[in-house]
C-alpha cells in the first residue's frame, strides 16, 4: 500500500520531492527537537495521483483518519470539538517554492460551537472571533473563490484600526462574512471540520493547476508535474495578546550577505498579518526588550539551524504567550552578492570546505555581478518593479514605437524602448534602443527572449505600468505620466524601473577583474571561489577576440588562449576596397595584387594578438562570411548606378560591381559560398591569410616572443575539403620557414558546425589536428533554424507552447545538437587519440552547457571576454559535480 501521509516525525529535509519543501523541513525540525507544532504531510505523490484522476487516492481518507487521530492524542483535543478544539492549519507546499498556489488556510476546524469553546478555553472571546473570521475569510477565498472580505471588514471597521476591534465587533464581521459566503456560493460555510479539512486539502491539489500557477512554473522553468504536498500543523497562536506575536527571521543578510540577524516582529498578530503589511512590524531586535526568553531561544535556534544547515536559513515563527513556535524554515534565497559573501563567511566559521562553497555559488550569479550598475547613494525615485528580463542597467529617453526608438537613436540619444508588449514588428526598434521596457509577459516573453538573444537590458511585465502608445506615455500607479522622450532608467537585473537617469557605473567585481585594486569583502569573495574553482577545473577557457584590444582584457579576465579569432572584421572599414578589387578581379595579375596589399594589413593584425596572447594558443579561422557580404547592397548599389546613370557619368567600378553584387546574389546565404567553400572557390584567398598568419608568427617569434598559431578551416563537411585546403597551408608554411629561418610551430584543424562534419569526424579527423566546435552554426544547421529570423519571429511562440523550455541558442540543445558533438567527439579521439577538443559557439559562455562539455570530456571552452570568468567558475562547479572525481554531492 502506498503511504500518502507522514507524520512531522517521519521525514526529513531530503525529502522535498515528496514532502515538498515545508513539510520536508517541518520534518526536519521535528527530529532536531526544535519546537514545532505537532503535525503531518500529505504527499506529492497523493497530488499526482489526484491531478492524474481528478479524485483523491481512495486510501487517502482512512491515512489521513489515522494520523489525524494520531495529533489528537497527542495534544488531548479533537479536531473542531465543541468545548476545547483542536485547530490546524492546511499550509501548500511543493518541492520548489512556488507564489501563485493556494495560501494557507488557518484555524481549521472552528465553527459556530467550537469558537464559543475556544473563547473559553482562552478566556479571550476577542481571540476567537478574531480567529474565527480568519478561518472564513481564508476559507472562503482560496477554497470556495469567494471575493468581497476586505470590502465587508472596511465597512464595519469604518476607519478604525483592527486593533481597536472587540469581540462583539469581530462577531459581527463573522456575521457578515457568513453571510457573503451564503450568497456567493449558495450554501453555508461547513460547519463539519473533517469537512473542512478535507475540502481544503483538495484546493490545495487544485491549486496546482491555476493560472497563476501554471505561468509562474514556466517562467521559472519548473515541470509541470512534480504536484504539491500538503501540510497539516496544529494552530499555535500569536494573536493571543502582547504576550504573542508573530514573525520572520534570517540568519543572515540575504540582500547583502551581512551576518548578524535581520527580521521583523509584530505583536498580537498570526499568519499573514506580517508579510500583508497590514499594520508596522518591528525589527527582530526589539523582540529582546518585548520578550527576552523567547528572543534568547529564537537566536539560539537560528545559530543551531544555521550549523545544521550549514547555509543561511529564514525562518517563520509564533510566540503563544510566551512560548515559541518554529513553524517554518528553509534555506534563504539571496541577491548574487549575499550568495558569493555568504559562501565564503561559512568556510571561514568552518561549516562549508570551499568545494562546497564554490558548488553554491553560480554563473549567473557571477554574470550578474559584473553588469554595470546604478551608482550606490542616488537619489532614485522608483516607478515600478518588473520582471528582470535581461540584465544590465541602461538609461535613455522613453519611445512608444519602433519608430521614434529608431528616430531618436539615429539622432545620438541613448533610448528605452517603453512597449505594452513587443512584436516582430518592434525588433529594430529594440536593436536602436539601450534597454526595452514591457507592461505585459513573462520570461518567455517576445521582448524577453529577443533581448536576451541581442544582449539588451530588458525589463518585462511591469504590470503596475499602464502604457498609452498612441499618447505616447505611460502611467504609474501613483499617477505618475512619463511621456515620450522623457529619460527614465532601467535595471535588468532587479526588474527596477526609475525616473530620471541614473548614473551608471562599472561593478567593483568589474573593476577588479579589469586589475584595479577594489578591494571589499564581496571582491574578496568573488576571487577566492573563481581562484579556488581555476584550481579544480579540467576545462581550459579561452576567449573569443578578434583584435589585440579584446585579447589583453580576456587575459585579464583568465582566459588561457583565444579559441575563436574571426577574421572577417579585418576586411572591413578601409580595407573594404581591397576586398571589392579582389571580387572585381577579372585577371591573375589583379586578383593577385589585391590579395598582396591585404597581406600586410592582416599580418600586423596577428602580431599584435600574438603579443597580446604570447605563449597562448591562438586559434584564428580563415575567413567565413560569404564575400558579398563586403559589398554594398543591391539596392543602395542599383540606386547609385541609376542616379548616376541619369546624369551620364556612371562609374566604370560601380557599374562592374552592380554586376558582381547581382551575380553573387544567393537565395541563403548561410547555405551558401562560405567558409572553407570560398577557399576552394577563390585561389590565393586562404593562402594569403596562412602566410599572414606565418609571417606574423616568425615576426613575433625573432622578437623573442612565444606564438601559437592555430589554423581553423570553417564549415568543413568533408574531408576532402579540408585536405585541398591544408595542402595549401602547409605549403605556405614551408616557403615562409624557408624565407624567415624561424621554426613555425603550427596546428591545423577545423571547425565541427555541420551535421555531416560530425557524423563524419572520423574521417575528417585524420587530416584535421583539432576540432573546434561551432556550436552557434551547428544549432541552426541542426534545427534547420536561422538564429536572426527565428528569435525574433515564432521563439516565443515555441517556448510558450513548450518545445523547448530554454532557446537552443541560449543553452545547448542536449538531446539533439549534444548528440553530434558526442558523436564527432568520440568518433574524433577513436581516429586520432589525443585529439585536441574546444567549443567556440556562444555555449561556451553558459553554465548548464559548460557542464555538458565537461562531461563530454572536451579540453576547453572558448567564449566572449566577458563570460570568461562565467566559465572559470562553472566549469570548476562542473569537476566539484562531477561524481567521477568528487562522489555524489
Ligand atoms: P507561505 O508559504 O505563504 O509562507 P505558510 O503555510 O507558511 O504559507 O503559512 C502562512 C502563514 O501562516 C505564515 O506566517 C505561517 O507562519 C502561519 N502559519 C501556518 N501554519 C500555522 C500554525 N499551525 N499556527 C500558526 N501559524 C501558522
Ligand atoms: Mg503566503
Ligand atoms: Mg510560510
Redesign the pocket.
Known sequence: MVTYVYDFSEGGKDQKDLLGG?GANLAEMTNLGLPV?P?FTITTEACRQFLRTDDTPPELTEQVTKHLDLLESTMGKRLGAADDPL???V???AAA?M?GMM??V?NVGLNDQSVRGLAAQADDPRFAWDSYRRLLSMFGRTVLGVEGFEEVLQEIAAGRPDTALEAADWQQVVDAFQQLIREATGRDFPQDPREQLDLAVRAVFESWNTDRATLYRRQERIPDDLGTAV?V??????NLGADSG?G?AFTRDPASGASGIYGDYLQNA??????AGTRNTVPLAELERIDKTSYDELVSIMSRLESHYRDLCDI???I?RGTL?M??TRVGKRTPGAAFRIASQLVDEGLIDLDEAVRRVKGEQLAQLMFPQFAPGTDLRLLAVGMSASPGAAVGAAAFTSEEAMARAEAGEDVILVRRETTPDDLHGMVAARGILTARGGKTSHAAVVARGMGRTCVCGADALDVDVRAGLFRTADGTVVTEGDVISIDGSTGEVFLGAVPVEHSPVMRYLEGEDARDELVDAVARLVDHADSTRRLRVRANADNAEDAARARRFGAEGIGLCRTEHMFLGERRELVESLILADTTEARQSALAALLPLQRADFEAIFAAMDGCPVTIRLLDPPLHEFLPGLTELSMRVAVADAAGKAARRDVKMLEAVKRMHEQNPMLGLRGVRLGIAIPGLFTMQARAIFEAAAAHTSAGGDPRPEIMVPLVAAVQELELVKDDIQKVAEAVQRETGAPLDFKVGTMIELPRAALTADAIAEVAEFFSFGTNDLTQMTWGFSRDDVEASFFPLYLDKGVFGTSPFESLDRQGVGALVRTATEKGLAARPGLHLGVCGEHGGDPDSVHFFHELGLDYVSCSPFRIPVARLEAGRAALMDPAISGPT
Open positions: 515545508k507544532p503535525g485547530l490546524v492549519s499550509r501548500s507546499g517554492s507564489p495560501e494557507t488557518l501540510n500543523c496544529s494552530m499555535v497562536f500569536g508573530t520572520v498570526q499568519g499573514e498579518d506580517v508579510v517563520e515563527f509564533t503563544e513556535w513553524l517554518q
